[in-house]
C-alpha cells in the first residue's frame, strides 16, 4: 500500500488551500514530514491519497520583521529560523528551543507549523512560542485570521486546525528595552531518551522589579497552558528566593504532571519544574537587564 | 480550477482533473547528473536512489529519522533521505556518498574526508559513514574551522554503533585542516607497538576501507537480482499460546504473491538453533508460541508492498497462555512450562575451596543483589539475507552472518539437503556485536527460494530486528563477599538468574561465562558460584560482546567498591591486592601460567588518573596550592557549578579468549599464492567492523614479507574457504590468526624448498622480503616464485587447520580457558544533584591485549567497547512487559551518540601469550567490559549513591541525593 498517490507542491497559499479542499481526499499537509512521515510509515496513521507539501508556499517560507512583529512563516525549517539574527534578537527562547529539536537533518526540514499542528503538549517550538506570546495566522477557504497560539489545541496530539485549515505563519511582539525570553529543557539521556519537561519564559524587567512575565511548561497537562498563577505571583515582584518558592508553588498547584512509564514520575517532573523555573527566570532575568 | 495553482503544480494535474495524460515527473540532479524520472507514489529520497539510481551507498539504518545512515545533502543541507519524499527533491540538487570523490583518468581520487576517515581508523564496519561523511562534509561547507563542540553538535543524531566517535572527530579535524590549508593530512595519533615486528604491531588501514568511504561497499540489502522476489515473515505477536489456525488464503490470492508457506510445507528440519535445535522455523498449528517474534508463515512477492500487505491479510488464532515475564518466576514451581525440557536451560555450578570455611575466615562480609537489563546489539545495518537458487540445483545464501558454516547446517537442514548443496556467500556486515551469529532470515529466505525457484530477499525493518534477534540476557546476580579486615578476599559467592528469553541460542554458554567470571578478577581461597539460565516468554538472549560477563562484572565491581568503604580502603588497593597474577587459580580451578598484565592495567591506570588529576589542579589553582593529598576518588566539586560534583570510578576485569570450556576450538585457513604475484588468504571467519581481515592481511605480510597491498582477504565464504569456526568469544585473532599464520609458515617453507632446490642454497638462507624472495643473489617477485613452484608441480598455497590448545570442561579444574585478557579502567562522571543527570567527562582504559596487532584497529576497538559500556550503564534498556516489546523503535531504545563521547584514554599492556599469534589474545570483549561498574563507581564517589540496576536512571539518583 503506498503512503501517499499524489504529492502537490502549491506555491501560495490560495493553491494550497484549494488542494486541500478539492483534492482527492484524505488529504494531509506535508511540512518538513519529521512528524508525519513516521506516522505514516508506521501506520499511525492511515495512508492518504495526497500530501499538500507547503515548503514551497512563499508566504510560509517568509521570515521578517512586519510592522511592529516579528513575522515567521509556519514552513520556515527550523534550522533557518534558530540562525536568523532577527529571532536571535527578539526571540531567545525560540532559538534556544529550536536548537534543541531533533540533530542537525531533522531541523533542516522540521518547520514550526508542524511542531505546532501535531499538537504534543510538550513540543519544544511551541512551548516557546506560547512563552514568546505568538498569535498563529491561520488561513481557510473563508479567508485569514490571527488566533492565540493556545487556541489551537484541544487535546494531546489533537489540533484545533480544522482538515482545509493552513498555519501560514506566526507573529510575535518585537523585544523592547528590557525584555527578554529563554528556554531550557531537561531530558531523560537513560533509557527511554525522551523529555521530560521543558520551560519556556519571557519577562519585562522594571529595574529591581519583573514588570510582566509569561511561562510556559510543557507537559503541563493534557494541552498547553500557560502558568497563570505563578505568572501574578511574580508581576510586579522583586526576583527573590521568597518570591520565587511563592511562584513555585502557585506553577505547582495549577500544573497536572504525569507519571509517564519510563520516562519520569509526576513527582520528578515537579522537582524539576522548580529546577527549571528558577533557571530559566534567572537567564531571562539577566538578560532583561 | 485555479490557473495559478495548475502552474505552481505541475505534479499534480493529471490526477488532480481526472484525465490521466501525464505522469508527474521529477527532475533532480544527482551528483552532477541530471535526472528525468516518473514520480512514483509513496517514494522516498532513499528508495529513488538506491532502487532507482542504484546508488546504494546511502544506507539504512532505521527507517525512522533516528540514525543517520540515509543522510545525504540536498541543496547543500544535510537531509534523511528515509523520510524525505522523492518528489520533493524536484529541481533541487542532491550529493551522495558516490559524488564525493573525484573519478578522472587517473582513478579515484577521495575527497580529504574520505581520506581522513580512512586514514583515522575511523572506518570500522562502515554502516554509518556515508551519512557521517555526508553530515560532515555539509558542516565543513559551512565552517570550514569547526570546533569539538560543533562537531559533536552536528552530527549529534549520526549514530555509529561501532563507536569510533574520537576517530571520527579527529578525522574531521584533520580533514577540514587539509581543506584549509592544503597541506598533506595530519595523521592519527596512535602509539605503535613497542615490537620488533616489520608489519605486526604498526597501524594499518582496512582493506575494505576504501570502499566504505566512497559507497561501493556492498552489504547484502544492496544486491539485486535477477527476478528477486521480496519476503516477509509473519510474526506472532503474542509472548506465549497455542497456535490454534491460521489462514493466509487472501493472502496467497493477493495479487503479487508468488508464495506463501507455513509450517506445514516444511521440507527438513523444523526448529533451528546454534546448540540446542528448540526454535521452530515456524509455528504450526498446533504448536507453542513462546514470544512475540515467533515466525507464523512467510510469503515472497513480486514486490516489498505486496509482501507487506499479505501479511495484513493472514489471520491467526490463538489460544493465549500466562506469560513468563523473568527468569526468577520461571524457576518457580508453578510457572507454565516452556518447553519440554522444562524452564531451566541450564544450572550452571563452580565450586572452590570450603565455602563456609571461607566465610567463617572472613572479618566483613557483605552481600548485596544487582539487576542488568536486556539489552540489543542495534548494530546499525538490520538483517538481510538473500537466497539464490543455482542451475545446478543448489542454494547460494548472501548474508552477513558471524557463523557461516552455522548458517550452511542450519539452512541445509531446513531445506532437508545434504550441508554441501548449501552455499553462504558472506557479505559485509554492518555490525554483529554477537547478534548475528543465530539464524535470522537465512532459512527462511531459502525455503521460498527453493518454493518459488527465484532469488529472494528477506530485509528485516529495524522494527522486526529489534523484536526478533537474541538480545543480551537480563540477569539478576547476588554476590556475597567476604575479606580480613586487611582487604584480602576470603570467600565470594554468587547466584545469576539469566533471562535466556524464549529459545536457547547460546545462553547456556552466555550464562556460563556469567558464572565463571562472576567472582571478578581475583584470586579467592574459596568460592561458589550457582546460575539458573531460565526460558521466559521475552525474546531469546544469546551473544553478546562481553558474553555475559559485562553484567557480572558490573554486580561484582560494584561489590568491590563497597568492601573497599567497608574496610576504609583504596579501591585501587583492594583491587591489586586480590588481583589474579601469575601463579594464581581462577574459580574454576585455572592456574595462571603466563600473560597476566592485569596488575599493570591497575597501576597504568591509576597513575594516569593521578597524572589527570595534577593537570586540573595546576590549571585550576595557579599558584599550585597544596598539593592534594585526598585519594584520587574524592569527590570535587565543579568551578561555576555548585550543583554539581564530579569524581573518578574505578573497576578491572577479565574475559577468556576462546571457546574453552572443552570446545574444540579450531580454524582452519588457506594461503595461496597465484600466478601475477598476489597473495590470498582464505577462512570462513566474520569480519562485523573488527577488523579481522586487516589482521589476517597483516600476517600474511609478515610472514611472507610481501607489502599489505599484495595480500587480499577472502572471507565467510563456505564453498571457497575453510571453515573458521565462529566469529564470538574474541577468539578469531587468536585462533584464526594462528591457521594463516601457520599457513603463511607452510607456503613460505614449501616456496623455501622449492627454491632451496633450484638455486642449489639452503633454504635458511633463503629470504622473504619487500614482496620478493632472495636467493643466492637473486631477488625474484612473488610472480616469479609462482611460475618456479608451478614448474617444479609444487602446490602454490598451504592449508592450516589450526588447533588451539586443549581446554577442560567447568567442573573438571585444569585450564578452562587457554588465554584471557585483563583490563582495567577509571571513569570520571560528572553528576548534577539538581536533577540528577550523569555526564561521562573522562575515561582511561588499559587492556592487556598480550601484542597490539593493528594499534589503529586496536583504537576503534577500544573506543568503540568502552562507548558500548558506557550506553550500557547509561542509555541502554530494552523493555518488555509481560513478554510485549516497548523498546520496538530505535527512537525508544537510545544508543550512545558523539555527544555522550568522553574523553578516551587508551593504554595498550601486552603480556605476550606463549601460543597467540605474536603473543595476542582477544580484545573484541574486554575493552568494554569495565566501563559500565567504572561509571557506576563514580557515580558513588561522586554523591554516594549506589547503582544496582542498570541503566542508571536519573530520577532515582536525584531521590537518593535528596534522601
Ligand atoms: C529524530 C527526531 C527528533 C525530534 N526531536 C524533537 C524535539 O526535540 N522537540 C520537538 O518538539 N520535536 C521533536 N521532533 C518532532 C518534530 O521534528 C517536530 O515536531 C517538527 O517541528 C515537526 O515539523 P514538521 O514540519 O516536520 O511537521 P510535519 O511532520 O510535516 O507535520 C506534522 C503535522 O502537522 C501538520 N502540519 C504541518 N504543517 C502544517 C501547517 N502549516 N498547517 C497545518 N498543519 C500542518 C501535518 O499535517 C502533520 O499532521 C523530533 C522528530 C524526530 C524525527
Ligand atoms: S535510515 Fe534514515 S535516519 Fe536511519
Ligand atoms: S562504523 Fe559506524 S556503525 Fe560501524
Known amino acids: 500500500m503506498n503512503l501517499w498517490k499524489q504529492y502537490l507542491c502549491p506555491k501560495n497559499v490560495s493553491d494550497a488551500l484549494h488542494a486541500l479542499t478539492s483534492a482527492p481526499p484524505p488529504v494531509s499537509i506535508i511540512a518538513g514530514g519529521t512528524d508525519l512521515m513516521l506516522d505514516l510509515q508506521q501506520g499511525h496513521r492511515a495512508p492518504v491519497h495526497t500530501l499538500v507539501d507547503v515548503t514551497d508556499v512563499s508566504e510560509m517560507k517568509a521570515l521578517e520583521i512586519r510592522g511592529d512583529e516579528l513575522y515567521v512563516g509556519a514552513a520556515v525549517p527550523i534550522n533557518r529560523v534558530v540562525a536568523s539574527p532577527l529571532v536571535q534578537e527578539h526571540a531567545q527562547a525560540l532559538v534556544e528551543a529550536g536548537s534543541l529539536i531533533g540533530g542537525p537533518q531533522v531541523r533542516n526540514v522540521a518547520t514550526l507549523g508542524g511542531n505546532v499542528a501535531h499538537a504534543l503538549p510538550a513540543a519544544d517550538g511551541m512551548i516557546a512560542l506560547v512563552a514568546l506570546d505568538a498569535r498563529a495566522v491561520v488561513a481557510n477557504p473563508d479567508g485569514e485570521r490571527r488566533v492565540p497560539l493556545l487556541d489551537l489545541f484541544l487535546g494531546p496530539g489533537k489540533s484545533a486546525l480544522q482538515p482545509d485549515e493552513l498555519l501560514v505563519g506566526f507573529c510575535l511582539p518585537l523585544r523592547a528595552p528590557h525584555q527578554a525570553s529563554a528556554f531550557e529543557r531537561i531530558m531523560r539521556t537513560q533509557g527511554v531518551a525522551l523529555p521530560i519537561l521543558n520551560l519556556a519564559l519571557w519577562l519585562a524587567r522594571d529595574d529591581d522589579r519583573i514588570a510582566d512575565v509569561r511561562i510556559a511548561v510543557g507537559p503541563f497537562g493534557p494541552t498547553p497552558r500557560r502558568a497563570l498563577a505563578a505568572e501574578d505571583v511574580l508581576r510586579g515582584q522583586p526576583l527573590t528566593g521568597a518570591v520565587l518558592a511563592q511562584a513555585l508553588d502557585a506553577l505547582l498547584g495549577e500544573a497536572r504532571f504525569r507519571t509517564s512509564a519510563y520516562r519520569a514520575t509526576a513527582d520528578y517532573r515537579r522537582h524539576l519544574a522548580g529546577v527549571l523555573l528558577q533557571d530559566v527566570l534567572q537567564t531571562a532575568w539577566q538578560r532583561a537587564e | ?76 543541507e544535510p537531509v534523511l533521505s528515509c523520510t524525505y519524499p522523492a518528489q520533493r527533491a524536484d529541481g533541487k540538487t542532491v550529493l551522495t556518498i558516490e559524488g564525493l570523490a573525484e573519478r578522472g583518468d587517473e582513478g579515484v581520487k577521495l575527497h580529504p574526508l574520505q581520506e581522513a576517515f580512512v586514514e583515522h581508523g575511523a572506518v570500522q564496519c562502515g554502516f554509518c559513514i556515508p551519512g557521517q561523511i555526508m553530515t560532515s562534509h555539509a558542516l565543513l561547507q559551512r565552517n570550514p574551522e569547526p570546533s569539538s563542540d560543533e562537531i559533536r553538535r552536528a552530527l549529534k543524531d549520526t549514530l555509529c554503533r561501532c563507536a569510533g566517535y574520537p576517530s571520527i ?8 585542516h587539509t581543506l584549509r590549508t592544503g597541506e598533506p593530512l595530519p595523521p592519527p595519533d596512535v602509539k605503535e607497538s613497542g615490537d620488533g615486528h616489520r608489519v605486526i604491531g604498526h597501524s594499518h588501514i582496512r582493506p575494505d576501507a576504501i570502499q566504505k568511504v566512497t559507497g561501493e561497499a556492498i552489504f547484502t540489502d544492496d544486491l539485486v537480482f535477477e527476478g528477486m522476489l521480496h519476503a516477509r515473515v509473519k510474526r506472532a505477536g503474542v509472548p506465549h499460546a497455542i497456535l490454534r489456525k491460521l489462514d493466509v488464503e487472501q493472502a496467497r490470492a493477493l495479487p503479487g504473491v508468488v508464495a506463501v508457506l507455513t509450517a506445514e510445507d516444511l521440507p527438513g528440519v523444523h526448529n533451528h538453533g546454534l546448540i540446542v535445535p528448540d526454535w521452530p522455523i515456524m509455528v504450526g498449528v498446533g504448536e507453542r508460541v513462546r514470544y512475540v517474534g515467533d515466525a507464523l508463515a512467510i510469503v515472497a512477492a513480486e514486490s516489498e508492498a505486496a509482501a507487506a500487505a499479505a501479511l495484513d491479510l493472514m489471520t491467526a488464532e490463538f489460544e493465549e497462555l500466562p506469560v513468563v515475564s523473568n527468569p526468577v518466576q520461571a524457576r518457580r514451581p508453578d510457572a507454565p512450562v516452556l518447553h519440554e525440557s522444562g524452564n531451566l536451560l541450564k544450572h550452571i555450578k563452580v565450586r572452590k575451596g570450603d565455602l563456609e570455611a571461607g566465610f567463617a575466615a572472613a572479618d566483613v562480609i557483605l552481600e548485596h543483589t544487582f539487576h542488568t537489563p536486556t539489552t540489543d546489539h542495534a548494530f546499525l545495518e538490520p538483517e538481510c539475507s538473500v537466497a539464490v537458487p543455482t542451475e545446478d540445483g543448489r542454494m547460494e545464501v548472501y548474508v552477513g552472518s558471524q557463523i557461516p558454516y552455522s548458517d550452511r547446517q542450519q539452512v541445509a537442514d531446513a531445506l532437508g539437503w545434504p550441508h554441501e548443496r548449501v552455499h553462504i556467500v558472506g557479505q559485509l556486515m554492518g555490525g554483529g556485536f554477537g547478534g548475528k551469529e543465530d539464524i535470522a532470515g537465512q532459512i527462511h529466505a531459502a525455503l521460498l527460494a527453493n518454493a518459488t525457484g527465484r532469488p529472494v530477499k528477506l530485509l528485516f525493518d529495524r522494527h522486526e530486528s529489534l523484536i526478533v534477534h537474541p538480545k543480551r540476557h537480563a540477569t539478576r546476580i547476588r554476590v556475597k563477599l567476604g575479606a580480613t579486615k586487611d582487604g584480602r578476599l576470603t570467600a565470594v559467592e554468587t547466584e545469576l538468574y539469566g533471562d535466556s528469553g524464549a529459545y536457547a541460542s547460546l545462553g547456556e554458554k552466555v550464562m556460563g561465562r556469567a558464572t565463571t567470571h562472576s567472582v571478578g578478577p581475583y584470586e579467592i581461597p574459596d568460592a561458589r558460584s550457582d546460575c539458573y539460565a531460565m526460558y521466559t516468554n521475552n525474546p531469546p538472549a544469546g551473544a553478546f560482546r562481553g558474553f555475559g560477563v559485562t553484567q557480572s562484572a558490573f554486580a561484582v565491581e560494584s561489590m568491590m567498591d563497597m568492601l573497599a568503604e567497608t574496610l576504609d580502603m583504596d ?242 579444574g585444569g585450564d578452562m580457558h587457554f588465554a584471557f585478557a585483563f583490563a582495567a579502567q577509571a571513569a570520571e562522571v560528572e553528576v548534577n544533584t539538581l536533577t540528577g543527570e550523569v555526564r561521562v567527562l573522562r575515561i582511561v582504559a588499559a587492556n592487556d591485549v598480550g601484542q597490539a596487532v593493528n594499534p589503529l584497529g586496536l583504537k576503534g576497538q577500544i573506543e568503540g567497547g568502552v562507548m558500548m559500556g558506557l550506553g550500557n550503564a547509561l542509555t541502554e534498556q530494552f523493555i518488555v512487559e509481560d513478554g510485549y516489546v516497548v523498546t520496538d523503535r530505535l527512537a525508544r531504545y537510545r544508543i550512545p551518540s558523539i555527544v555522550q563521547t568522553p574523553e578516551i584514554i587508551p593504554i595498550v599492556v601486552e603480556h605476550p601469550t606463549s601460543e597467540g599469534p605474536y603473543g595476542a589474545k582477544g580484545i573484541g570483549e574486554i575493552v568494554s567490559i569495565p566501563t559500565t561498574p567504572a561509571i557506576t563507581n563514580a557515580i558513588y564517589n561522586a554523591v554516594g549513591v549506589r547503582v544496582d540496576s542498570l541503566p542508571v536512571d536519573q530520577e532515582k539518583i536525584l531521590q537518593a541525593i535528596k534522601a
Open chain 2, 1 to 76: 480550477m485555479n490557473e495559478g495553482m495548475l502552474a505552481a503544480c505541475r505534479h499534480e494535474e493529471a490526477f488532480y482533473r481526472g484525465t490521466m495524460e501525464r505522469q508527474p515527473q521529477i527532475s533532480l540532479t544527482v551528483n552532477g547528473q541530471l535526472y528525468q524520472l516518473p514520480a512514483v507514489p509513496g517514494e522516498t529520497l532513499a528508495d529513488l536512489l538506491r532502487k532507482r539510481l542504484r546508488l546504494t551507498g546511502t544506507k539504512i539504518g532505521c527507517n525512522e529519522a533516528e540514525c543517520g545512515a540515509c543522510t545525504v545533502v540536498v541543496d547543500g
Open chain 2, 169 to 176: 572527530e579527529s578525522a574531521i579535524q584533520a580533514a577540514a
Open chain 2, 571 to 812: 579501591p585501587v588497593a583492594l583491587r591489586r591486592k586480590n588481583a589474579l597474577r601469575i601463579g594464581s587459580t581462577t574459580s574454576t580451578g585455572q592456574e595462571l601460567r603466563e600473560s597476566v598484565g592485569l596488575l599493570e592495567c591497575i597501576d597504568k591506570v591509576e597513575a594516569e588518573v593521578r597524572r589527570l588529576i595534577k593537570q586540573d589542579e595546576a590549571s585550576h589553582r595557579p599558584q599550585g596550592g597544596p598539593d592534594s593529598v585526598q585519594s584520587i576518588f574524592a569527590p570535587r566539586p565543579v568551578p561555576g557549578a555548585p550543583h554539581k560534583r564530579r569524581a573518578w570510578g574505578f573497576s578491572a576485569a577479565f574475559k577468556n579468549t576462546g571457546l574453552g570450556g572443552g570446545a574444540d576450538d579450531k580454524a582452519g585457513a588457506e594461503v595461496h599464492l597465484f600466478p601475477d604475484g598476489k597473495l590470498e588468504v582464505r577462512t570462513s571467519s566474520a569480519e562485523l567492523g573488527q577488523g579481522l581481515v586487516t589482521v589476517l592481511q597483516m600476517i600474511v605480510a609478515e610472514e611472507l614479507g610481501a607489502p599489505l597491498s599484495q595480500v587480499n582477504v577472502l572471507v565467510m565464504d563456505t564453498d571457497l574457504t575453510p571453515d573458521g569456526g565462529p566469529t564470538t568469544a574474541s577468539r578469531q585473532t587468536y585462533v584464526t590468526g594462528n591457521a594463516a599464520r601457520l599457513a603463511a609458515q607452510s607456503l613460505r617453507q614449501a616456496i623455501a624448498s622449492t627454491l632451496a632446490e633450484k638455486y642449489d642454497q639452503p633454504p635458511e638462507q633463503i629470504i622473504f622480503a619487500d614482496g620478493t624472495v632472495r636467493v643466492g643473489g637473486r631477488s625474484l617477485p612473488l610472480a616469479e616464485v609462482y611460475a618456479a613452484m608451478h614448474s617444479e608441480g609444487r602446490q602454490s598455497y598451504a592449508v592450516y587447520e589450526y588447533r588451539a590448545p586443549a581446554t577442560k570442561p567447568l567442573g573438571q
